[in-house]
């Protein structure tokens, strides 16, 4: 299952709906970033410019939207794999 650490924003949504169109089981978790949780110690563990959205696929972290949707087109997208 895939761990989505995001708030609610452009960046933040594109992950859930690239999430939901491959079919793939996530968990949310919210980022306050009004209250500044990003920059948060252990927030920076996994985002280390303390940005959101971030994913946690079991032992790996992407973060940055655009790198994020690379990474699941690329592992979890059959039209990926083709190529």
Same mark, same amino acid.
């Given at each position: 299952? $895939?761990?989505?650490?995001?708030?609610?924003? @452009?960046?933040?949504? /594109? !992950? &859930?709906?690239?999430?939901?169109?491959?079919?793939?089981?996530?968990?949310?978790?919210?980022?306050? $970033?009004?209250?500044?949780?990003?920059?948060? @110690?252990?927030?920076? /563990? !996994? &985002?280390?410019?303390?940005?959101?959205?971030?994913?946690?696929?079991?032992?790996?972290?992407?973060?940055?939207?655009?790198?994020?949707?690379?990474?699941?087109?690329?592992?979890?997208? &059959?039209?990926?794999?083709d190529?």
């Amino acid at each position: 299952m $895939i761990d989505l650490l995001t708030a609610n924003t @452009p960046n933040g949504q /594109k !992950i &859930s709906i690239m999430l939901e169109e491959i079919g793939l089981e996530y968990k949310v978790t919210k980022i306050n $970033i009004n209250k500044d949780d990003q920059f948060n @110690p252990e927030f920076r /563990k !996994i &985002s280390p410019f303390s940005k959101i959205p971030v994913i946690k696929d079991g032992e790996i972290s992407v973060f940055e939207s655009g790198a994020i949707l690379i990474y699941l087109c690329l592992l979890y997208t &059959s039209d990926a794999a083709d190529e």
